[in-house]
């Protein structure tokens, strides 16, 4: 019997590690695949001759990207609402979950507030009302128009809410017996025990942001304000334009380089950013995600 049951958990631990490694696999080879074509030559990608090695081992296509002024310049302004956005939305979270946290005895329009934000998060104003809110407010290709409409996000808002809810009331009680005015508790209790929650909605507000393409094409008229996210998906290579302005450089450039190099190249060094932050959050992520459902 005792000897069945081991036999199970082995069979059982087997079969999840294999499911565990047969997804990573699935997600990492693409990724690796993009890398290879970013590294290979023009003929190799264009005859669909790239696997999981590069063929035709170039670097031009990153040669061209460190000459592409437009690409840096996306790439900043990427940065800056990465930045701006993740300070807005941790400060309107905290300050947002923190009262709804309260029950209603200490906080009588708990249920009003709690309607509202989910009604917004169901049924939101849509893309045409919120584009013409943005052009009113003159943030037309500013950074603003990027950071803004997302400035609260009511899932996080949620999570962070139960997060504190969660937290031991002894904690708040005996701050509060010590002299802790409402915001002291706040800033010395429960943020410092949020920590792995605050690390998971930062991660999330990383990610969108930094992955957005779309708002950047809605509310930006002009190319040199695209984020790094919506210039890489309207780049393209002019090969007619190369061809007829005939500069010897241009000819070269067409036959090292198509647009699957370029582009391939372009992923690959968007998504460094986010593979050198997520270690740092990740080992904050699962706790922050189950820990709020943990209650005194």
């Known amino acids: 019997m005792v000897k069945s049951k081991r036999f199970s958990e082995r069979a059982g631990r087997f079969i999840i590690y294999a499911t565990v490694i047969?997804?990573?696999?699935?997600?990492?080879?693409?990724?690796?695949?993009?890398?290879?074509?970013?590294?290979?030559?023009?003929?190799?990608?264009?005859?669909?001759?790239?696997?999981?090695?590069?063929?035709?081992?170039?670097?031009?296509?990153?040669?061209?990207?460190?000459?592409?002024a437009q690409f840096w310049r996306s790439f900043s302004i990427s940065v800056q609402r990465v930045i701006l956005s993740l300070i807005?939305?941790?400060?309107i979270i905290i300050l947002m979950a923190y009262p709804l946290s309260k029950t209603k005895r200490h906080f009588k329009a708990r249920s009003i507030y709690?309607?509202?934000?989910?009604?917004?998060?169901?049924?939101?104003?849509?893309?045409?009302?919120?584009y013409l809110v943005v052009k009113n407010l003159d943030l037309i290709n500013t950074i603003w128009a990027l950071v803004l409409p997302g400035a609260v996000q009511v899932f996080s808002i949620i999570l962070i809410?139960?997060?504190?809810?969660?937290?031991?009331?002894?904690?708040?009680?005996?701050?509060?017996?010590?002299g802790a005015s409402p915001i002291q508790v706040l800033l010395k209790v429960y943020i410092p025990i949020s920590l792995p929650a605050l690390a998971t909605v930062a991660?999330?507000?990383?990610?969108?942001n930094w992955n957005d393409f779309f708002q950047g094409l809605i509310y930006m008229t002009k190319v040199s304000n695209y984020p790094l996210m919506t210039y890489i998906q309207s780049l393209t290579i002019d090969i007619a334009e190369m061809i007829n302005s005939g500069n010897s450089n241009d000819l070269q450039n067409i036959?090292?380089?198509?647009?699957?190099?370029?582009?391939?190249?372009?992923?690959?060094?968007?998504t460094?950013?986010?593979?050198?932050?997520?270690?740092?959050?990740?080992?904050?992520?699962?706790?922050?995600?189950?820990?709020?459902s943990v209650k005194e």
Request: glycine content about 6%.
């Open 88 to 91: 807005i939305n941790l400060v």
């Open 22 to 68: 047969f997804l990573g696999l699935v997600c990492l080879l693409p990724l690796w695949n993009i890398v290879a074509i970013s590294f290979s030559s023009n003929e190799a990608v264009v005859a669909n001759a790239v696997g999981l090695k590069p063929v035709n081992f170039t670097t031009k296509a990153y040669e061209m990207i460190m000459d592409d």
């Open 255 to 270: 036959s090292e380089v198509s647009n699957r190099n370029l582009n391939a190249a372009k992923i690959v060094i968007s």
């Open 161 to 178: 809410m139960n997060f504190f809810i969660g937290v031991p009331k002894s904690l708040e009680e005996a701050a509060i017996i010590d």
């Open 272 to 292: 460094i950013p986010l593979l050198l932050i997520y270690p740092f959050l990740q080992k904050y992520f699962v706790t922050g995600i189950v820990v709020g």
């Open 114 to 130: 709690m309607n509202l934000l989910i009604f917004a998060m169901l049924f939101n104003g849509g893309l045409i009302p919120t």
């Open 203 to 208: 991660l999330f507000s990383i990610v969108a």
